[in-house]
Every structure is written in structure tokens, then in C-alpha cells.
């Protein structure tokens, strides 16, 4: 096959084609349902670590019933807290981190999160990529978030030379342009899912493959 150029706008908006059929990332279907605040996403965020999105959907949907601000959360004790994201992975853990997390925002944010890279990364657990979905979703900031489908695509196409998410992003933050920062998480989470699969990628479906250099790729499936 003979390769085009990789441009990332058209490969991007073929992206957007293909993956209309499938469930869109869980912390954009939450804003699409109106939960939509920076402190909303971050607890979504933080459920949805090592947690797969079906579970954690369901449990953000849970705990929102309940508490939607820092002092709603904290009306409520972490037993509680677990038993309402259960499901989701280190629950336990994560029911005691978001409320230090809401405790912080009411004592010194006034009970309303910032939309400020380094105040949302000294917060406990809380990384880049978290900081930057929050950002991105929430406050309408142009931020990059990568996670393993961002990271494992983008080296694939070979539009960047990675090792690892966090070099990813700062790849991308350099390279791709600013109005696709938030786009490229919302297309790549499904793409990444359902067709540029991490073991035996869809490549007969994929919309991009005649752009795509393959880097790593051993064995795929046509349909």
C-alpha cells in the first residue's frame, strides 16, 4: 500500500465518522448529561482510573444522585461513599481520596474547584491527565490529555515517537494544533476501543489506514 501524508485534522475527522456508533468516553458522555463542573469531572476522573468506563459511568451516575459539590460530598461519611462506587477499582481507596479531595475545595478553594493545572495536580492522586480532562471538559482550556489509546495511536500513525503517555503529551503539546487538544482524547478513546484495538488492531475498518505507518503492528483483522 502506498502511504499518503498523515495530516492530523483529515485523520481526525475521518475518526469522528467512524466512531459516531460507539459509546462516547466516559467523562465526555457525563458532561453531555450535565455534569459538567470542574470538581464533577475530577471525581469522574478519579472513579475511572484502571476502572472500565461502563463501570465508572454507572458509579459517577451513583454518587452525582447523592452529592454533586464539595460540601454535598462531605455531608456524607466514606463508608457511604464506597458503597456507592463499589464497582470501580481501589473503591475503598477512592471513596476516602475524594473526600480529602472535597475537604481541600471547601478549606482552601472556598468550595469551588480552580481551573488551575497546579492547584488540581497538588491535589492527592490527582495526575495530568486527570488535571488536563478537567481542564479541557470542564473549563474549556486547551490541554492534552493521554492515556494508552492517545499514547499507543498516536505512535502507531508514527506522528510521534513516544516511550511512555507522559512523553506523549508533551510530544503533542508541541506538535499537534491547540484546537484539536481536546478532541484528539474525545475521538481516540473509542477509536482506540472499538477499531485501533491494542492487540490485533481493526486495519480493514480503519478510516485512517492508508495514512497510518503501523509502527509495532504484527497482526490485524480485516472487519
Known amino acids: 500500500m502506498t502511504r499518503q501524508p498523515f495530516v492530523v485534522e483529515s485523520a481526525l475527522a475521518r475518526i469522528a465518522e467512524a466512531v459516531r456508533p460507539f459509546p462516547p468516553a466516559a467523562l465526555f458522555a457525563l458532561a453531555d448529561?450535565?455534569?459538567?463542573?470542574?470538581?464533577?469531572?475530577?471525581?469522574?476522573?478519579?472513579?475511572?482510573?484502571?476502572?472500565?468506563?461502563?463501570?465508572?459511568i454507572e458509579a459517577a451516575r451513583r454518587l452525582f444522585a447523592h452529592?454533586?459539590?464539595?460540601?454535598?460530598?462531605?455531608?456524607?461519611?466514606?463508608t457511604?461513599?464506597?458503597?456507592?462506587?463499589?464497582?470501580?477499582?481501589?473503591?475503598?481507596?477512592?471513596?476516602?481520596?475524594?473526600?480529602?479531595i472535597a475537604h481541600v475545595v471547601e478549606t482552601e478553594h472556598g468550595g469551588v474547584l480552580p481551573c488551575d493545572f497546579a492547584a488540581l495536580t497538588a491535589l492527592k492522586g490527582v495526575g495530568p491527565k486527570c488535571a488536563?480532562?478537567?481542564?479541557?471538559?470542564?473549563?474549556g482550556q486547551p490541554a492534552i490529555s493521554v492515556d494508552i489509546h492517545v499514547h499507543r495511536i498516536t505512535n502507531r500513525w508514527g506522528y510521534v515517537q513516544t516511550a511512555t503517555p507522559e512523553q506523549s503529551m508533551t510530544a503533542l503539546e508541541r506538535k499537534l494544533?491547540?484546537?484539536?487538544?481536546?478532541?484528539?482524547?474525545?475521538?481516540?478513546?473509542?477509536?482506540?476501543?472499538?477499531?485501533?484495538?491494542?492487540?490485533?488492531?481493526?486495519c480493514g475498518a480503519c478510516p485512517v489506514l492508508d495514512m497510518c505507518a503501523q509502527v509495532g503492528v504484527t497482526t490485524t483483522r480485516r472487519e
Not at 452529592?67 to 466514606?78: I, K
Not at 457511604?80 to 480529602?100: G, N, S, V, Y
Open 80 to 100: 457511604m461513599i464506597d458503597q456507592w462506587i463499589t464497582p470501580c477499582t481501589f473503591h475503598t481507596a477512592k471513596a476516602w481520596q475524594l473526600r480529602e
Open 177 to 202: 494544533p491547540q484546537p484539536l487538544w481536546i478532541t484528539i482524547n474525545r475521538l481516540l478513546v473509542p477509536f482506540g476501543k472499538h477499531i485501533c484495538t491494542g492487540r490485533a488492531p481493526r
Open 67 to 78: 452529592a454533586r459539590t464539595p460540601a454535598e460530598l462531605l455531608a456524607h461519611s466514606a
Open 132 to 139: 488536563n480532562l478537567v481542564l479541557g471538559i470542564a473549563c
Open 33 to 56: 448529561e450535565g455534569f459538567s463542573s470542574p470538581f464533577e469531572q475530577l471525581m469522574a476522573c478519579i472513579l475511572s482510573i484502571r476502572t472500565l468506563d461502563e463501570v465508572s
